[in-house]
Each structure stands twice: as structure tokens, then as C-alpha cells.
């Protein structure tokens, strides 16, 4: 009973590096997530997809880039890391797209350095 | 723009005794709102939910109670556990998850 998994756990980059942070969830979600969780705030949506091969910008998407090949996987790619984009990094999904709560992954702490 | 607000980043209670932890909202179209809570290493993982029309929720020994005339909802735990030790995040939408905000969150530590 996976839910949703997310590698690696642990990241230290150097700034200028570039990395993929890996999400799959095995519920058959159509709707899946990336957030980021900064120190003393809130989760704030970088992006979202509601299926395969339909992504769209969240609230915070500058660095980021995405991809939906398939339901299951959502990887999260960082292009030219920045020191700003040291944070947890959590995905989730839904079964619906409103009035649902979501499933997390367990995070992946990433330090640009 | 901070639209979800937890303004406790902590609260310490004795087991046995009730926690409540506050969450206020500026947007005046939220009508759904949940609960969630963090362990160390861990995802947030659901709690309880409220929508608009309801003023109240309950599951178990976890209370939701929704003012939406002072946007503010609160969650009640009776009685507390040391188990409950965690860190709580208060969310809410528009209808869409997309649209979701999130709370900074608020550490409850549950003393034996």
C-alpha cells in the first residue's frame, strides 16, 4: 500500500546543478501536485497536472519544469539551482480535482549550496 | 499574500486535556477547509474536513468548527495524547485543489 513515493529523500546541490526530483502514486489519481514547504510558511503549489500529458503552473513555478508521460509518475525537474530553491519539497495527488483531500508523499529535503 | 493564517506556530498541553488550534482566512470564496497533520519526516496527512454549509464536524476525539462569519475555524482535540504531538496545517479552497492554502502550521506537543 504505497500511496505516493517520492526520491530521494536528501539533496545537497551545488548552485548551477541540475536534478529531478521523482514522484509515483499507485491510487490511479488523475490529479497530482508539487508543493514546497519553506521555513515558518505554508505549502505553496509550484504545479499541477490533471492527467497524462496536461500540466499547468501553481502559484510559485519560476525554476521549475514538469512532466505527465504517464498517471502514475510526476517528476519535478530544477534547472539551474538556486540557493531560493532550498526547501521541502512534497507531491501529492487527488481522486478529484475540488472539495478532496490529498494524499503526500514523504518529502524530499533539498539544499542548494 | 498570506490567505490562510495559523497564527500559534506552537501550543503545549497536558494528555488528557483539550488542544484547540486556530486558523484564520481572508478569502471570502473558500468553502472547503481540512486538516492536516505532520509528523517528523513524513508527508501531511488528512485529519478532517469541513465544508461552507456545515459549522461543525466531528471524528472521533477531532472537533472542526467553522465561524464563517469571522473566517475562522478551529480544531478540537478531546482528550489530547502524546500520540497527537505533531505539527497541524490548516488548508482551504475554492472548489478547486489547485486554488488550495495552506496554514504555516502550528506544533502541538502533548505532555505525558
Known amino acids: 500500500n504505497a500511496g505516493v513515493t517520492q526520491t530521494p529523500k536528501f539533496r545537497i546541490l551545488k548552485i548551477g546543478q541540475s536534478m529531478t526530483l521523482q514522484c509515483t502514486q499507485d491510487?490511479?489519481?488523475?490529479?497530482m501536485y508539487w508543493y514546497r514547504q519553506d521555513p515558518g510558511m505554508g505549502l505553496k503549489l509550484i504545479y499541477y497536472s490533471v492527467g497524462a500529458g496536461i500540466t499547468d503552473k501553481g502559484e510559485v513555478p519560476n525554476g521549475y519544469n514538469v512532466s505527465r508521460s504517464t498517471t502514475e509518475d510526476f517528476p519535478l525537474r530544477l534547472e539551474l539551482a538556486a540557493p531560493s530553491q532550498t526547501s521541502v519539497y512534497f507531491c501529492a495527488s487527488s481522486r478529484q480535482t475540488g472539495y478532496e483531500k490529498l494524499f503526500f508523499g514523504s518529502g524530499t529535503q533539498l539544499s542548494v549550496l | 499574500d498570506q490567505q490562510v493564517k495559523q497564527n500559534s506556530p506552537s501550543l503545549s498541553v497536558q494528555e488528557g486535556r483539550i488542544s484547540i488550534l486556530n486558523c484564520d482566512y481572508t478569502n471570502s470564496m473558500f468553502d472547503y477547509f481540512l486538516w492536516y497533520k505532520k509528523y517528523p519526516a513524513e508527508g501531511p496527512t488528512f485529519l478532517i474536513s469541513?465544508?461552507?454549509?456545515?459549522d461543525k464536524n466531528e471524528d472521533g476525539r477531532f472537533t472542526v468548527f467553522l465561524n464563517k462569519s469571522a473566517k475562522h475555524l478551529s480544531l478540537h482535540i478531546v482528550p489530547s495524547q502524546p500520540g497527537d504531538s505533531a505539527v497541524y496545517f490548516c488548508a482551504a479552497s475554492a472548489g478547486n485543489n489547485n486554488d488550495m492554502r495552506f496554514g504555516a502550521g502550528t506544533r502541538l506537543t502533548v505532555k505525558p
Open positions: 469541513i465544508s461552507s454549509i456545515k
Open positions: 491510487m490511479n489519481h488523475n490529479y
